[in-house]
């Protein structure tokens, strides 16, 4: 079955700190991945994803990701943090069963900046 | 920016009844999943529909039902609910039934007491 694993469940950083959470999922089939966020008291948006190509995928306010086939990885990283930041991290899979694009959903990541 | 707009935002229901959900996708998209999101979890796919048909379904009991209309606005209905229930539901909509990125709406959260 497909599933996600996040690594760290509770990431507490400073600001300016470098910032790297970890992905890993189990798919056999060709993969769709995703980093969505979700800011206290707002919805789930798109950071970056990874179709195809460069395995490197730069997203939106500084985030990016690399996908690494052989270990099953799609790890989130930023240089330099900010207190806006604080959020919950969410990595995902879009697995397509029976013609379903069924996003697979790691449990989060809980991201606090300290300022 | 996502469009995707979801009624009501909260709702508190005791066990054993119904409730029904509300899904606006955003213009142009004629694909709406649906998502329950546990407190402390990740969102769990319940199921898709695509062109008013469902179209893949997760791990949840026949108790949990959809409906897809022309304006590819959907519902979630929900029946004889358990305490289990309470949760964030999202939906999502994206252009076409396949890999296409899926944008999500605020949610309903519903407390079933």
């Known amino acids: 079955a497909q599933s996600v694993s996040q690594h760290n469940h509770h990431v507490i950083l400073s600001e300016a700190a470098s910032l790297e959470l970890g992905c890993n999922y189990s798919?056999?089939?060709?993969?769709?991945l995703f980093w969505y966020v979700q800011y206290p008291g707002q919805h789930l948006q798109l950071l970056l994803k990874?179709?195809?190509?460069?395995?490197l995928v730069k997203g939106i306010k500084g985030f990016e990701a690399e996908f690494i086939k052989s270990k099953f990885s799609f790890n989130l990283r930023k240089p330099s943090v900010q207190w806006s930041d604080t959020a919950e991290y969410f990595c995902?899979?879009?697995?397509?069963?029976?013609?379903?694009?069924?996003?697979?959903f790691g449990q989060g990541t809980r991201l606090t900046i300290n300022p | 920016e996502t469009g995707v707009t979801q009624s009501p935002t909260h709702l508190i229901k005791t066990r054993g009844q119904q409730v029904t959900l509300r899904c606006s996708s955003q213009?142009?998209?004629?694909?709406v999943s649906w998502y329950q999101q546990a407190l402390g979890q990740g969102p769990q796919f319940i199921f898709q529909?695509?062109?008013?048909?469902?179209?893949g379904r997760g791990n949840f009991p026949p108790r949990f039902s959809g409906l897809q209309f022309p304006n590819y606005s959907s519902e979630l209905n929900v029946n004889a609910l358990e305490l289990d229930d309470s949760a964030l539901y999202l939906c999502?909509?994206?252009?076409?039934?396949?890999?296409?990125?899926?944008?999500f709406g605020p949610g309903t959260r519903l407390l079933v007491l």
């Open positions: 999502a909509s994206s252009l076409l039934a396949g890999t296409e990125t899926q944008y």
């Open positions: 798919y056999g089939g060709t993969v769709n």
């Open positions: 990874y179709f195809s190509g460069d395995p």
């Open positions: 995902a899979v879009n697995a397509v069963i029976q013609g379903a694009q069924k996003l697979v």
């Open positions: 213009s142009g998209h004629n694909t």
């Open positions: 529909y695509y062109r008013e048909e469902e179209n």
